[in-house]
């Protein structure tokens, strides 16, 4: 299984609301990542996951909570976003968190904030 | 820190002609180059990678990329294009050592018509 899979595909939200992107490999990658893409822009980076902690937070705003239950899956909690928090929310996992390992990218959340 | 500049935000190109994307970085230490490709409404998906060796790595759907360490480039071609390769190109670099992030270039959208 060399897959990345995201819940949901699409997320419509207003600011008041809490919800929860989902992601999940089941290919014993030990690194896990949150990237943020506008339209028609690269990807940025949000966070690393590395063997289940933390590792870097691209000063990310505290609306956006990351949490890595174990090493298969990794969650976006979503809370008081703004409509500019709009965008297609990337997940990522690779072997390892060094340089050299390919990342594997899941589908992407498309998030609409109201 | 390192950058990836890629020149031209949409190259077209009629079916079967020959095509180049454009990609430059700048590192003050040794990278690793990446091309990801991006399907309209889809994630990211490795096309070729540049770890070390030979300097002309290819994929398995016909692109190649080569390598050039004196003019900083890593320049994606492919001989003869499809309708199916239209898509969003992302070069990208990462660092051998430390946290396999990922510094991707702005994209290049390859528009192939009839």
């Known amino acids: 299984d060399t897959e990345v899979t995201q819940t949901p595909k699409h997320l419509v939200m207003g600011m008041t609301n809490k919800k929860s992107l989902k992601c999940e490999q089941h290919?014993?990658?030990?690194?896990m990542y949150w990237y943020k893409q506008k339209a028609k822009k690269p990807p940025e980076l949000m966070f690393v996951?590395?063997?289940?902690?933390?590792?870097i937070n691209e000063s990310v705003p505290s609306r956006f909570s990351p949490e890595c239950p174990n090493s298969s899956l990794l969650n976006l909690h979503l809370h008081a976003l703004q409509p500019e928090d709009s965008a297609l929310y990337l997940c990522a996992s690779s072997q390892a968190g060094t340089g050299d390992n390919e990342q594997f990218f899941g589908p992407g959340t498309r998030l609409t904030v109201l | 820190a390192q950058s990836v500049t890629q020149l031209d935000s949409q190259v077209p190109v009629f079916e079967e002609a020959p095509v180049e994307l454009r990609c430059n970085y700048s590192s003050s230490v040794s990278v690793y180059l990446f091309w990801y490709v991006q399907y309209p409404n889809q994630g990211l998906q490795l096309l070729l990678k540049y770890l070390s060796g030979s300097t002309l790595v290819e994929s398995i759907n016909g692109f190649e990329a080569e390598f050039n360490k004196s003019q900083t480039s890593f320049h994606l071609r492919k001989p003869s294009v499809h309708i199916s390769d239209t898509a969003e190109y992302f070069c990208?670099?990462?660092?051998?050592?430390?946290?396999?992030?990922?510094?991707f270039g702005k994209g290049t959208m390859l528009l192939v018509s009839p």
């Open positions: 290919m014993g990658h030990r690194a």
């Open positions: 990208a670099v990462s660092r051998p050592s430390g946290y396999s992030t990922l510094t």
């Open positions: 996951y590395s063997y289940e902690k933390l590792s």
